[in-house]
T-cell receptor, first 114, second 113 residues
Framework: DTAVSQTPKYLVTQMGNDKSIKCEQN?????MYWYKQDSKKFLKIMFS???????INETVPNRFSPKSPDKAHLNLHINSLELGDSAVYFC?????????????FGPGTRLTVL | AQTVTQSQPEMSVQEAETVTLSCTYD???????LFWYKQPPSRQMILVIR??????QNATENRFSVNFQKAAKSFSLKISDSQLGDAAMYFC??????????FGKGTRLHILP
């Protein structure tokens, strides 16, 4: 009965490859997010997405693209992986308009680019 | 622009003692939320406590409480009766009405047995 799940938990790949990280939430939330946590543990939002709007952090390279097949999923596609993409990526979801607007986080995916 | 500052990269506290983690923030919003998240070695982000900016009363969750000073834009976290399981990275965060969360850089808390 995991609320927000991500697969895979660990991803090791070569520079230049294209990879995807999947995220699913079973909370019925309208909005989903992707965060990147760098080696210094700093968390930074990459995208937020609901049925109506994709908001992109302007610092995110266009090699990164979110894809949402339905309201419960927001997958992260990364093209032409670079060494600097190595990080932990967190998916989260929330239901705007709820009392606290709390974001629920997935367990994270550790991406290592060699 | 919203910013969140955690000035203590690391802290240590003796088991069963009380520790306070500091956080200051800056926002031009009048309506916002404040959070403390805990990230243990498992990497899972766990919400510890939340506070609505319009509420004057400090939030409390069992051994965790906050000292919210709105005028000073300060939101410190107090952990009472520290336990070994409290060892983790702690992130302070603000969220405005657009649901955009801004995190501080985190404070690593060590619990000394």
């Amino acid at each position: 009965d995991t609320a927000v799940s991500q697969t895979p938990k660990y991803l090791v790949t070569q520079m230049g490859n294209d990879k995807s990280i999947k995220c699913e939430q079973n909370l019925g939330h309208d909005t989903m997010y992707w965060y990147k946590q760098d080696s210094k543990k700093f968390l930074k939002i990459m995208f937020s997405y609901n049925n109506k709007e994709l908001i992109i952090n302007e610092t995110v390279p266009n090699r990164f693209s979110p894809k949402s097949p339905d309201k419960a999923h927001l997958n992260l596609h990364i093209n032409s992986l670079e060494l600097g993409d190595s990080a932990v990526y967190f998916c989260a979801s929330s239901h705007p308009g709820s009392s606290y607007n709390e974001q629920f986080f997935g367990p994270g995916t550790r991406l290592t680019v060699l | 622009a919203q910013t969140v500052t955690q000035s203590q990269p690391e802290m240590s506290v003796q088991e069963a003692e009380t520790v306070t983690l500091s956080c200051t923030y800056d926002t031009s919003e009048s309506d916002y939320y404040l959070f403390w998240y805990k990230q243990p070695p498992s990497r899972q982000m766990i919400l510890v406590i939340r506070q609505e900016a319009y509420k004057q009363q400090n939030a409390t969750e069992n051994r965790f409480s906050v000292n919210f000073q709105k005028a000073a834009k300060s939101f410190s976290l107090k952990i009472s009766d520290s336990q070994l399981g409290d060892a983790a990275m702690y992130f302070c965060a603000t969220m405005n009405r657009d649901d955009k969360i801004i995190f501080g850089k985190g404070t690593r808390l060590h619990i000394l047995p």
